[in-house]
RNA sequence: GCGCGAGUGGCGAAAUGGCAGACGCGCCAGGUUUAGGUCCUGGUGCCCUCGGGCGUGCGGGUUCGACUCCCGCCUCGCGCACCA
């Protein structure tokens, strides 16, 4: 099928290895290795070896032939990477040697496997970088892009390279853009039914407006349609938009000089890049509106197979909790509405809390009223000043002070109101731990029923009244229960709780409450929507224009893409970190003619303003797997036929209902952002009919990191780590020196700060490409984080080293297998072998696997000649380790295709039966004894034996013997009286 | 505080109810070469009177038998945290 080439005429591995004195002409060392590999890579280049045949379109196998019809869809994929100026360390390419492993076992299985690698490479590091170096940042990213390919190129990856791209590619970015419309063109319509039979889903606009027109669906005001002007309709429009502009409290982080999503900030209030502090600033941002599925990213968790810890992860940022919103009425006028998790704890509630940002806060009675204790009022002779002062206050504290004390504060706001349950006027509070973006931003306080609420109760000498003991006949405690048990002293004329458990007492009073009109079940979310816009160079534009209303108009698809616009200074503007009252400004708006802009939009040509932010750097990350299925132009985001093959719901028998990649590998440090925001992206586009698959990743991954040791002098200096030499001494105890003096071990991140970075490039000099493979993979198990330790890579050499002897004569080049049949021993070990190995290839547990290659390889290393058919099953099962070695040998085996898709062993059961087993005797559950018996030995025949023997009999005595455990034929175990 | 994960030789680790430490590094001894290194072979948990004894963070339990299952605790790592 391939034709042979002038490289294959002449393998670079039989001419002689350079003369080093010592070393055998044709020794696999690092630099015959490199050989090997470089010829190899070029190779599957010419030929096209990974081209991933697509079932329709321009995209075939290397041949230009279709898949297969019986060969399942295998879509794998990396996390990809960032192409950072600092290169690649050995840490970076562990996932991605793992997922070629996969990829390539996948393949000589029988797959068609997908497998490509793109770049992410809009973002704020490459605008950093491109700052500091004075080269516009598209050209310092693919600078970098070049240099991080090149380094990958040389680990022998099996990458389909036609699938390659990056998110700043004008082509990807158009598409960015499109989908951004797509959402900015769409509403979420709570009522419609869904295929899953859920209610819910987005839905275009236009079938919105087609609602308005008809009068099925009444405007806010009550006035027909045709009534409202242009702009009246485009404001009742615009905010029920999936992507909305609004005018909302956001986070503005000064040091970087943009804002944040909530994701993107830490529990401390800083930013996760660069640590700096972040304010909360009403600003016009967009937004896209996540809150809208919050139950379905929550609830569709449970169809894809993803680690536990990263699903709880979502489902605690999406945070739902279920509860009820009742109104109390606020006396002299208007209702305070709260949220509550604990309806059923209602007849405890002896007072209110609302935050210091709260509404009601805005109007409060100009006296105290009568009952006012002189804790409540902070020392202010009227309601107005304690809360003026309290807002002042409360507003100065940062989120990081209000984390640290959980001391209650807070001041009586003059306001009572109406418990609806009991009829009792409570008191009203506000205090800053009562956050105004939960719930309403109110609560009501139950110091029986919570830790928080009891501690402000003890502050404020408030009552406080248990709703709920662990038994009927409990002691009230002291401080607050909050467990479940039985509720007490929660009864009124019409409604009694006495005496039910929590969860009945809940609906029953919900029921109460709904049908009062005086609550509602609920249920609230702690997830925001997402803060889409951000003011800096380095990103997708919007492909929106404002009109003179200041309204958003999305430029039409033709119009596609928006590209960068030449700027004087691309570099953000940023603030002292600390300036809070700095206001973003974003570097795109320094182009005056690239903002304003005369376009035809359908009404003749008129001036309009572009948006001048940029798309956050999760914008790109949100569907680029989607374009690794046809990377080429197109004529849409993804073609539907491609997406059901390689994506579908069912697509193989592995990926069930949902869809999606079938295996997605990286760190879990994405466990939040990237991965619940592209979950929304494809939810979006399923629901408007461009993918068939509810989820985008079926199967989740998170590989653990490669960490290293560093060193510091006696200042605390970092020493370079490769030149510190560890010394025993007879004690047994390890000391470190450089330059002769003591050093101190350290153990942390690789980085050029603690002077600790072993790069891939390096691992090539030094071993060749196939030796760090199968080191990495050899370490430990994949999702586990380890230390790398350079001297260890030698194991894998020689490994490797044994593997090419056992075929090829070091001395002459020669081919030394033989035909002659394997040795029975031989054999079973070989049948053995391919059965561990694949179940270990199946639970990608491949440091075992590679453990069991390495016995076999050491059995055929003992033998004096090597069969032909052990060495050609071994060459098949190290090839997804190390692929350019095994390609070699099996050529030098006089094979004229590669091994790519050559099947995989399969082990013949025949072979798997022992001759004889070690049957272990035990005395006690101790090991006495060890037997040579016939795997089919008889129970009782081999309880006969197991008495006999001489290690039992000495171990026993002359005690009597109580039972005998037979489990044949590998146990006995005798047990004495 | 809540949730999740981990704890086994000098080191990375293996064994998921049945021989604890596979495989690799390091270390020790020997061989080849010989200047060293590479490479090859063997040994290597601790103690020992060579019978055996002890040993998987600590304490208890279940079992004929526990690294493995159950209960309690300790240490480390990760996530969340005034979310009503």
């Known amino acids: 099928m391939h034709t042979q080439d002038s490289t294959t005429a002449s393998p670079v591995a039989t001419s002689p290895t350079s003369g ?24 599957w280049d010419e030929r096209g070896t990974f081209h991933a045949p697509n079932p329709s379109g321009s995209l075939g196998d290397g041949a230009g032939e279709r898949p297969a019809p019986d060969a399942p869809a295998y879509f794998l994929m990396d996390m990809f990477p960032y192409p950072s100026g600092a290169g690649l360390h050995v840490g970076h390419p562990l996932g991605y040697i793992a997922t070629d492993v996969v990829g390539r076992h996948r393949r000589m299985c029988g797959d068609n496997v997908l497998h490509a690698l793109g770049y992410d490479a809009f973002g704020l590091p490459a605008e950093q970088y491109a700052v500091q170096t004075g080269q516009h940042p598209r050209t310092t990213t693919e600078a970098n892009i070049a240099n991080m390919r090149r ?86 429009i615009d905010p029920q938009r999936l992507a909305y502009v609004s005018e909302t409290p956001v986070n503005w982080c000064p040091g970087l000089g943009t804002v944040l999503a909530n994701e993107e900030v830490t529990a401390e209030g800083r930013s996760e890049r660069g640590n700096f502090p972040v304010f909360k600033r009403s600003l016009r941002q967009w937004n896209m509106r996540i809150t809208a599925y919050a139950d379905r990213l929550a609830d569709d968790l449970d169809l894809i197979d993803w680690p536990e810890k990263v699903r709880a992860m979502q489902r605690n940022w999406i945070g739902r909790s279920e509860g009820a919103q009742v109104v109390f009425t606020v006396l002299g006028g208007g209702e305070l509405e709260v949220f509550t998790t604990r309806p059923d704890t209602l007849f405890g509630a002896t007072f209110m809390v609302v935050a210091p940002e709260h509404p009601l806060l805005d109007e409060v009675p100009a006296a105290w009223p009568d009952g006012t204790r002189d804790t409540w009022t902070g020392g202010h002779a009227s309601p107005a000043a304690a809360v003026a002062a309290y807002r002042t206050e409360a507003a100065a504290r940062t989120a990081v002070e209000r984390q640290a004390d959980t001391s209650k504060t807070g001041v009586f706001t003059g306001h009572l109101a109406t418990n609806p349950v009991t009829g009792t006027a409570v008191p009203v509070f506000t205090a800053d731990y009562v956050l105004m973006g939960y719930g309403t931003g109110a609560i ?10 009891h501690a402000f109760a003890r502050t404020f000498e408030l009552p406080v009244v248990h709703t709920v003991l662990p038994a009927p006949d409990s002691e009230v405690p002291d401080g607050p229960y909050t467990g479940d048990g039985v509720v007490v002293a929660s009864a009124n004329d019409e409604v009694s709780l006495d005496g039910m458990d929590v969860a009945t007492a809940k609906s029953t009073i919900i029921s109460w409450l709904e049908g009062r009109g005086a609550g509602t079940g609920t249920v609230t979310y702690r997830l925001r929507d997402w803060l889409f816009s951000r003011q800096r160079y380095w990103g997708e534009p919007f492909p929106i224009v404002y009109d003179e209303h200041d309204l958003p108009i999305a430029l039409p698809e033709s119009m596609l ?11 953000p503007r940023t603030f002292e970190p600390e300036d809070a009252d700095s206001n973003p400004e974003p570097p795109l708006g320094r182009n005056e003619e690239w903002v304003h802009v005369t376009l035809d939009l359908g009404d003749g040509p008129r001036t309009y303003r572009r948006d001048t932010n940029t798309m956050p750097n999760w914008a790109g990350s949100c569907w680029y797997y989607l374009n690794y299925l046809d990377p080429s132009r197109r004529e849409t985001v993804v073609e539907p036929s491609l997406e059901q093959y390689w994506m579908g719901p069912e697509h193989n028998a592995t990926v069930g209902a949902s869809g999606g990649v079938d295996l997605y590998v990286g760190g879990v440090e994405h466990a939040v952002l990237h ?48 030149e510190v030499e560890e010394q025993t001494s007879e004690d047994g105890s390890v000391t470190y020196l450089w330059q002769g003096q003591e050093v101190r071990r350290e153990y942390g991140k690789m980085g050029k700060s603690l002077k600790n970075v072993v790069t891939p490039d390096d691992m090539y000099e030094a071993y060749g490409a196939d030796t760090f493979r199968v080191y990495e993979m050899s370490m430990g198990p994949l999702d586990l984080s380890r230390p790398w330790e350079t001297r260890a890579v030698v194991g894998s050499q020689r490994f490797l080293q044994r593997l090419w002897r056992n075929v090829v004569d070091e001395d002459t080049g020669d081919l030394t297998v033989v035909d002659a049949d394997p040795d029975a021993a031989t054999l079973r070990l070989v049948h053995r072998t391919v059965d561990e190995v694949r179940t270990e290839m199946d639970a990608m547990r491949f440091n075992t696997a590679i ?36 390609e070699e040998l099996w050529e030098r085996l006089g094979n004229t295709e590669s091994l790519v898709r050559a099947p995989y062993p399969v082990a013949d059961p025949a072979y798997l039966v022992q001759e004889t087993v ?60």
């Open 851 to 886: 453990a069991k290659l390495i016995v076999l390889n050491n059995h055929l290393t003992s033998l004096d000649r090597v069969p032909r058919a052990a060495a050609e099953v071994i060459v098949l099962l190290v090839a997804p380790f190390a692929p350019h070695l095994a």
């Open 444 to 453: 009501m306080a139950v110091p029986g029923g919570d830790e928080r609420d």
């Open 561 to 571: 893409p928006v590209d960068l616009p030449e700027v004087p200074d691309y570099s």
């Open 20 to 43: 080093t004195p010592g070393i055998p002409p044709f020794r696999y060392t690092a630099e015959l290795a490199g050989r090997i590999e470089q010829r190899w890579q070029d190779l």
């Open 675 to 722: 991965l619940l925001y592209a979950r929304f992206w494809h939810k979006v586009l399923h629901d408007l009919g461009h993918v068939t698959s509810v989820e985008p990743f079926h199967r989740l991954f998170n590989q653990g990191y490669v960490q290293a040791y560093a060193y510091a002098d006696s200042r605390g200096q970092y020493v370079p780590a490769d």
């Open 918 to 977: 070690t049957c272990v005797v035990q005395v006690q559950g101790k090991v006495r004894d060890r037997l040579e018996v016939p795997p089919d030995i008889g129970e009782d025949e081999l309880r006969e034996l197991a008495l006999a023997a001489p290690g039992v009999l000495r171990s026993l005595a002359d005690r009597e013997i109580r039972t005998v455990v037979v489990r044949a034929p590998k146990l006995v175990n005798v047990v004495p009286v």
């Open 151 to 236: 380094q990958l190129r040389r680990l022998g990856l099996a990458h389909d390279p036609r699938r390659t791209f990056a998110t700043t590619d004008t082509d990807y970015v158009r598409w960015t853009q499109w989908i951004f419309l797509q959402v900015f063109d769409s509403w979420y319509d709570e009522a419609a039914p869904r295929a899953d039979g859920g209610t819910g889903r987005a839905r275009p606009v236009s079938e919105l407006l087609a609602q308005y027109e008809s009068g099925a669906r009444p405007t806010p005001d009550g006035r027909p349609w045709s009534e409202l002007d242009e702009v009246e309709r485009r404001r009742v």
